[in-house]
């Protein structure tokens, strides 16, 4: 029964680490902007495309 008992106490002590832990840090300022562009060159392209190359 001491078992049971200091598992739990062990369990809970571990579940109340994992939910204080820290949320993942943004993505950088530089890969933000890196994919805005990618982005915009992206639909760039799609708007020059002809009419019958969309179908």
């Excluded at 062990?10 to 579940?15: E, M, Q």
């Excluded at 939910?19 to 993942?24: I, K, N, S, W």
């Excluded at 950088?28 to 969309?54: G, L």
């Amino acid at each position: 029964m001491k078992k049971v008992i200091a598992t739990m106490i062990v369990g809970l002590f571990a579940s109340a680490a994992f939910a204080q832990q820290q949320a993942p840090a943004p993505a950088s300022k530089e890969v933000k902007a890196e994919a805005k562009a990618e982005v915009k060159q992206e639909v760039k392209q799609e708007i020059q495309k002809p009419a019958a190359e969309k179908k």
